[in-house]
C-alpha cells in the first residue's frame, strides 16, 4: 500500500508539473495553480507552494482563496522555524501578506451575489482575523488579540464550521494564558460547552486535534521537553473538562465515541498513561479495531511496564503491537513504523531473543531506507549499533 500511494503521489506530482508547464492558457490554469499549491503545503515546502500561489491571476476566481493560502503558508513555515532572525522576518510577511488577503477577500465578497461564495468568502475573513489575533499573541499583544477575536461575534454564526470556533478559542486561551489569566482560560471551555452543548463535539474535537498536532509536530523536531510542556499546559486541563462533561451530561453516543479517543491521547501525551489506559479501555468496548486505540493502549502498556506487572505488561503491549505492523502501513505511517520499532525495544528491555533485532531492521530498511521518518530511524539506528 505505502508502494502504491508513492507511485500515486508521483504521477499526481508529474501530472500537475506538466500541466502548469505546458498548458498555461487553459480557462482552468489557476485552479491547478492552487490545487499545487495545496499539495506543496501539505508536504510542508513551503517556497513551492508559495510560489504557486503567487502565480494565481489576480483578477481569476481563484485569487481571494490564493492570498489566503499563502497566509497559511507563511503561518505553518512561522511555526516550523526555530531561528530568531528568521521568525521575525517570517512575522513581517505574515502581517503583510495578512493584509494583503484581506483586502482581497473583501474585494472578492463585494463582487459576489452567489450564496455559497459569499459564506465561503465570509468564514474565510473569520480565519483571517484569528489568525491576526494569534499573530498578536505571538508577539505578547493578548490584549488587542481578546478584542479581535471578539469583535467576531462567533457565537452568532450558528454556519461557521466547528473548526474555525475552536480555533479562536484556542487563540484566546493562548490570550489568557500570556496575561497570565489560567482560570480565565479554563473558564473559556466551560462557556462554550455550557453554551452549546449541542456544537460542543464539533468544536471540541478539531479543537484537541489541532494542540495534539503540534505537540506530535515538536515530537518530530525532537524537542521532547517542549512537546511534554504543551501537552501538560494545554491538552491535559482541556481533555480533563471534556472527559468531566461526558461523564455528568447527556452527550450523544456519537460525541462521546468522536471524543474519548481524543480525551485518551491527550492524556498520554501528557504523560497521564494511567488515565490515558483507562480511557483507552473504555473507548475500545465501543470500538475494539480501532488503530488509534490499539495503539495508545499499547504505548500506555509499554510506559506503566514497571515492578511486578513489567512483563506482564509488555506482553500485553508487545500483541498489539504486532497487531499494528501485521495489518500493514495502511493503518497509517506513524502508528506502522512506531509499532515496528517498540516491537525490538520490548525485545531490547527483556533481554529476550534479541539476535531478530539486526536482521528485522536489515529487512525494515528494504522497505523504506528511511524507517518511517527521522524521528524513528534515530531509534532503529540506536538498536542496531548496540546489537551489531
Not at 498548458?23 to 510560489?51: M, P, Y
Not at 460542543?200 to 474535537?205: E, F, G, P, Q, W
Not at 525495544?345 to 539486526?358: A, C, G, K, Y
Amino acid at each position: 500500500l505505502r508502494q502504491h500511494e508513492s507511485q500515486a503521489l508521483s504521477v499526481l506530482h508529474d501530472g500537475l508539473e506538466i500541466m502548469l508547464s505546458q498548458f498555461t492558457n487553459i480557462r482552468s490554469i489557476n485552479h491547478w495553480r492552487v490545487v499545487a499549491g495545496q499539495l506543496a503545503l501539505s508536504e510542508s515546502r513551503f517556497d513551492a507552494a508559495l510560489d504557486h500561489f503567487q502565480r494565481v491571476d489576480a483578477r481569476s476566481d481563484q485569487a481571494a482563496e490564493a492570498a489566503f493560502l499563502q497566509v497559511q503558508v507563511l503561518r505553518r513555515a512561522l511555526r516550523a522555524e526555530d531561528d530568531s532572525q528568521s521568525i521575525e522576518r517570517l512575522r513581517q510577511e505574515l502581517r503583510s501578506s495578512a493584509d494583503q488577503a484581506d483586502e482581497a477577500l473583501r474585494t472578492a465578497l463585494g463582487a459576489t451575489a452567489v450564496a455559497e461564495r459569499t459564506q465561503r468568502l465570509r468564514t474565510r475573513l473569520v480565519e483571517l482575523q484569528i489568525i491576526k489575533a494569534d499573530l498578536h499573541v505571538q508577539q505578547g499583544d493578548a490584549d488587542t488579540a481578546l478584542r479581535i477575536i471578539d469583535g467576531l461575534n462567533l457565537d452568532d454564526d450558528a454556519r461557521l464550521p466547528g473548526g474555525v470556533i475552536a480555533e479562536a478559542l484556542q487563540v484566546r486561551i493562548a490570550a489568557h494564558r500570556t496575561l497570565g489569566q489560567p482560570r480565565e482560560a479554563q473558564r473559556e471551555a466551560d462557556r462554550y460547552i455550557e453554551a452549546a452543548p449541542q456544537r460542543a463535539a464539533a468544536v471540541l474535537a478539531p479543537w484537541l486535534d489541532s494542540i495534539k498536532q503540534q505537540v506530535h509536530d515538536l515530537l518530530d523536531a525532537h524537542d521532547d521537553t517542549a512537546a511534554l510542556e504543551l501537552a501538560q499546559a494545554e491538552l491535559e486541563p482541556l481533555a480533563r473538562r471534556i472527559e468531566h462533561w461526558l461523564n455528568n451530561s447527556n452527550a450523544a453516543s456519537q460525541h462521546k465515541s468522536a471524543l474519548l479517543p481524543r480525551v485518551a491521547d491527550a492524556y498520554r501525551l501528557s504523560g497521564q498513561y494511567g488515565d490515558a489506559l483507562a480511557v483507552y479501555d473504555r473507548a475500545l468496548r465501543e470500538q475494539p479495531n480501532a488503530v488509534q486505540l490499539i495503539y495508545g493502549r499499547a504505548e500506555c502498556l509499554f510506559h506503566l511496564a514497571e515492578g511486578e506487572s513489567r512483563q506482564q505488561r509488555l506482553g500485553e503491549a508487545m500483541l498489539l503491537y504486532r497487531r499494528i505492523t501485521t495489518a500493514g502501513s495502511g493503518v497509517g505511517e506513524r502508528h506502522y513504523w512506531h509499532a515496528h520499532l517498540r516491537s525490538l525495544e520490548i525485545l531490547d528491555r527483556i533481554n529476550r531473543n534479541t539476535q531478530q533485532i539486526v536482521p528485522q531492521i536489515q529487512r525494515l530498511r528494504q522497505r523504506d531506507p528511511e524507517l518511517g521518518g527521522e524521528r524513528f530511524r534515530r531509534g532503529f539506528d540506536r538498536l542496531q549499533a548496540k546489537h551489531s
